[in-house]
C-alpha cells in the first residue's frame, strides 16, 4: 500500500503593514486546495470578521487556558493582544497529507520554525520602505509616535529575513500570489520530499 506524502507547512510572515493579510485572502481565491490556519486571537472581531472563519475569538483567560494546556503550536502578543495557532488543526492536517499555510507575525513565525524546521517560511517584502510608511499612514489609525514605532519595529522584523527560505516582494498581490504558488510547487518537486516514496518503491521492488 502506498502511504501518503505528509503535507507541507508554510508559513507567510512579514512586518506588519506588507499587506500579508491581503495576499492571503488573494491566495484563498487563487489556491483553493491550499488549507488555511484560523488562529486565535483576544482582539475584538472587526466589522464582517465571523468567528470561526477570520479568527476564533478569545477573552484573554480562555487564551492563556490553551496555552497551559499546550493547544497552541505558538502563539505572539502584537499591539496588545494575543495572537496564536491552534496546534491540533496544523497536526491534522499535515498527516492527512494536506499542505496547510499561516499567516502569522515574525516572532510567531520564528517559534514555528524551532518546532517544524521542515516547513517552508516565506518573507514579504514591501516594495521599498517608503511604500511601507504609506500603507500604515494609510490605514488612518495610527499616531505620528506610533508610526515611527511601526516602521522601526519593520526594520527589527526585515532584519530577521535571514531566518526564512523564500522572500517575495509584495509589489501587486496577484503577483505574490502566484510566486507562493510557483514556491509551493517547487517544495513537491524537493527530492527530500518524495525520498520516502521512492524508499518504498525500492522495497517493493525487491
Ligand atoms: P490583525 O489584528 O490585523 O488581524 O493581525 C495582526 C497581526 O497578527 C498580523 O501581523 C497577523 O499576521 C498576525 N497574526 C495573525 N494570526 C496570528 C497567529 O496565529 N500567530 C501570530 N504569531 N501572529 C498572528
Redesign the pocket.
Known amino acids: 500500500m502506498t502511504s501518503k506524502e505528509k503535507g507541507i507547512l508554510i508559513v507567510l ?1 512579514g512586518p ?1 503593514g506588507v499587506g ?2 491581503t495576499v492571503c485572502k488573494a491566495l484563498r481565491q487563487c489556491a483553493p486546495e491550499l488549507i488555511y490556519s484560523v ?3 483576544t ?1 475584538e472581531p472587526r466589522q464582517g470578521e465571523v468567528d470561526g472563519v477570520n479568527y476564533f475569538f478569545k477573552t484573554r483567560e480562555q487564551f492563556q487556558k490553551l496555552i497551559e494546556e499546550d493547544q497552541m503550536l ?3 502578543e ?1 499591539v496588545g ?1 494575543y ?3 491552534p496546534r491540533k488543526f496544523v497536526e491534522d492536517t499535515l498527516n492527512a497529507g494536506n499542505d496547510i499555510i ?4 515574525v ?2 513565525a520564528l517559534k514555528v520554525k524551532q518546532k517544524f524546521p521542515e516547513g517552508v517560511f516565506i518573507f514579504l517584502l514591501p516594495p521599498s520602505m517608503d511604500e511601507l510608511e504609506n500603507r500604515i499612514v494609510g490605514r488612518g489609525t495610527e499616531s505620528e509616535e506610533s508610526i515611527r514605532n511601526r516602521m522601526s519595529v519593520a526594520m527589527d522584523e526585515i532584519r530577521l529575513m535571514e531566518h526564512y527560505d523564500y522572500a517575495i516582494v509584495n509589489d501587486r498581490v496577484e503577483n505574490a500570489c502566484s510566486r507562493i504558488q510557483s514556491i509551493i510547487v517547487s517544495e513537491h518537486c524537493r527530492k527530500e520530499r518524495v525520498v520516502n516514496k521512492i524508499k518504498q518503491w525500492m522495497a517493493e521492488v525487491n
Open positions: 510572515s506588519s500579508k493579510g488562529s486565535a486571537t482582539r505558538e502563539w505572539a502584537y493582544n495572537y496564536g495557532t499561516l499567516e502569522i507575525e516572532q510567531g
